[in-house]
């Protein structure tokens, strides 16, 4: 599924190069439930970044699904992001003024989906994260555990061969966050690949193989004995913004 | 992206900022507006002042004397009186000389019991009608007798029946009008051709030319011969021959000016729309530089809507928008705007060049070829300048744009 080999990524600043990641190999399998932490700076947000197709290694190969991305550029990246990776970001990132339904028909609008296929899958989509009641909400009308549902939908709609998290619990509350992560729950139940970047050691908890990294190199790679099982009985039966 | 699916985002942009959209739309508007009225009351006046030109009569050949000079002072065209009678009479009709009339014009005030106004009074011969295209409504025209017999009649415009009676229909042929305190009989009225401005037909008087020499100029001066071509073609021939018969006539040696001077209807309307149309141009050029700043609005406004939206670029590239894709839609959010504001400009430029028509009381003019054109400009100027901001845009790194805040 993920396969990386010998990723570095040097950073030149004037005359003084700094690797934010010195050569990292890592596996992931399909159906995997991973957590990547690391305090700031240790290279986990690159490592993020390149998995993402965001950015590119200086050196190193990257074979999602079989191919080597890791020489991709420019469009052929975006091609990728759209049709293998779904993203999850800390601050949720969803266009404001537009209403959740719409945010999740988004990368389908890129992919070239016909417009009523679009409206149907993204509807579904929102219902499978509980938020069928208010895919004509903005944004600004719903609360923050919401918002991020509505990524999590977007980011699942186009069946991605991995799903990544951006500190996808950073700005909520406990109760929403246990949501979220129930969500990632029940989405790895399912059978999709998972990769969380966070920094909270109770989030990483809910997840399956927790990867260490500190400055640009896997410090750690162990498998969580017993995932705590997230709560989610309240998803759906929530009122408007908190 | 298709295409369609580009503009549906473009536009839903737009919507969400409507006061944004519409203030830099404004621009344009006022761009467009202003060359379509611009162009349109030029063009307007272009035609008010050919009509003028051609309602003095058709072909028509002006003679006037030529300027005298006293101790090598000129006093202008038609300072000397080198025009008489005689002339007018050596002038033959022909093949290219369909009419010839004399003019002796005065201004003067005109009375009768029921009002009185001041008017252009012309001394003339019958053919003057002729040569005026003028017709008469009611009543009879000037004749060859009258003026032999130098009688006191006078045959006039609608306007000064109007201004006399108070009703252009009023009876008033047959009623004796004094002009400078003059007695004339009315024998006619002619009928309104709508022409305005200095030489209108409807304003006016006209009688025997050697009435008017005698009663009210007091001395046989002939101002103007107006001779009328019998085709547009065969003006220069009658010129030719005019002038010709004039040099026997004042008995002018070989080599030396005429004292005379013959003006050809097509050149003064030449020079006339030659004047028009370089003010139109001016106009339409002044309007078109607003035009031009409408469309750096735009670009500003593109450019700062580029910054502002930098998450959202992010977001879209993050999820898989191509560099075509996001440069499409700031593209067309800029052509959006501008063929939107063109539209409502042309518009706009339409009402207002009808109203500044209604206002001078001219008929103005929008061309089909200036509305396409204005259109074309703005859609131009929506491409030219949106391409920069949306470049800038589609070149955004996903990861930077992200970052963000």
């Known amino acids: 599924m993920i396969n990386l080999k010998g990723i570095k ?14 050569g990292v190999d890592l596996h992931v399998g399909e159906g995997e439930f ?19 197709c965001l950015d590119t290694p200086t050196e190193g190969e990257y074979f999602l699904d079989g191919t080597d991305v890791a020489k991709a550029t420019g469009d052929d990246l975006s091609v990728i992001r759209n049709r293998k990776i779904g993203f999850i970001f800390q601050g949720f990132n969803l266009l404001p003024r537009t209403m959740a339904v719409e945010n999740v028909e988004l990368p389908m609008l890129y992919a070239g989906t016909g417009g009523k296929e679009r409206r149907t899958r993204a509807i579904a989509a929102l219902e499978s994260v509980g938020l069928g009641e208010r895919i004509h909400h903005r944004p600004k009308e719903l609360s923050g555990g919401q918002q991020q549902r509505v990524a999590i939908a977007r980011a699942l709609v186009t069946n991605p061969s991995i799903i990544l998290a951006d500190e996808p619990t950073g700005n909520l509350d406990s109760r929403s966050s246990e949501e979220v992560m129930a969500i990632f729950q029940r989405l790895h139940a399912q059978g999709n690949t998972i990769i969380i970047v966070t920094h909270e050691p109770d989030i990483a908890e809910f997840t399956e193989r927790i990867v260490r990294f500190r400055d640009g190199h896997i ?5 969580v004995k017993n995932p705590r099982k997230a709560q989610a009985q309240v998803i759906g039966e929530e009122g408007g913004p908190e | 992206m298709n295409f369609l699916e580009s503009i549906r985002v473009s536009l839903r942009a737009l919507r969400a900022n409507k006061l944004r959209s519409s203030l830099t739309m404004l621009g344009i508007i006022i761009g467009v507006a202003a060359v379509i009225a611009m162009v349109g009351i030029g063009n307007g006046a272009t035609a008010s002042i050919t009509s003028q030109i ?5 072909n028509l050949l002006t003679i006037s004397s030529a300027q005298a000079f006293s101790g090598g002072v000129s006093g202008g065209a038609g300072s000397s009186a080198s025009l008489s009678m005689t002339d007018v009479s050596k002038i033959e009709v022909g093949t290219a000389i369909k009419a010839v009339a004399p003019v002796a014009n005065t201004s003067a005030q005109v009375v009768l019991a029921s009002g009185n106004t001041s008017t252009s009074i012309t001394g003339t011969t019958e053919d003057y009608a002729i040569i005026k295209n ?11 007798q009258d003026v032999n017999s130098s ?13 006399l009676m108070g009703d252009v229909n009023a009876d008033i042929i047959g009623k004796n009008i004094k002009i400078n305190n003059v007695p004339f009989q009315v024998i006619g009225v002619t009928t309104a051709t709508g022409s305005t401005g200095m030489s209108s037909s409807d304003d006016m008087i006209t009688a025997p030319i050697t009435t008017i020499q005698a009663r009210l100029i007091g001395k046989k001066t002939v101002r103007n011969i107006l001779v009328s071509a019998t085709s547009e073609d065969l003006m220069q021939i009658a010129q030719d021959s005019i002038t010709a018969t004039l040099r026997k006539a004042h008995k002018i040696q070989e080599g030396k000016d005429d004292d005379f001077r013959v003006q050809n209807q097509a050149d003064m309307l030449e020079a006339m729309q030659s004047v028009t149309q370089t003010l139109t141009m001016l106009l339409g050029g002044i309007a078109g530089i607003s035009l031009l700043v409408g469309g750096i609005g735009i670009m500003n406004i593109m450019l700062v809507s580029v910054t502002e939206r930098t998450r959202e670029i992010g977001i879209r590239k993050a999820i898989g928008a191509k560099g075509m894709d996001i440069l499409l839609q700031f593209l067309i959010e800029a052509v959006v705007l501008s063929i939107l504001g063109g539209g409502i400009g042309i518009a706009l430029g339409y009402g207002g060049s009808t109203l500044a028509g209604k206002a001078l009381s001219m008929d103005t003019s929008i061309s089909l070829t200036s509305v396409a054109m204005a259109f074309g400009f703005s859609a131009a100027i929506g491409i030219i300048f949106g391409v920069f901001p949306a470049r800038k845009a589609a070149a955004m790194d996903p990861i930077d744009a992200l970052r963000f805040e």
């Open chain 2, 151 to 163: 009688a006191r009649v006078a045959v006039l415009g609608p306007t000064v029946v109007e201004n």
């Open chain 1, 219 to 223: 410090e750690g790679d162990e498998i």
């Open chain 1, 34 to 52: 991973v957590a990547i932490m690391g305090p700031s700076g240790s290279g986990k947000s690159t490592m993020m970044n390149i998995l993402g």
């Open chain 1, 9 to 22: 990524k040097i950073y030149a600043n004037g005359d003084i190069k700094v690797a934010a990641l010195g």
């Open chain 2, 134 to 144: 003028v017709t008469i409504a009611r009543g009879r025209n000037i004749t060859e």
């Open chain 2, 54 to 58: 051609q309602g003095m009569g058709s």
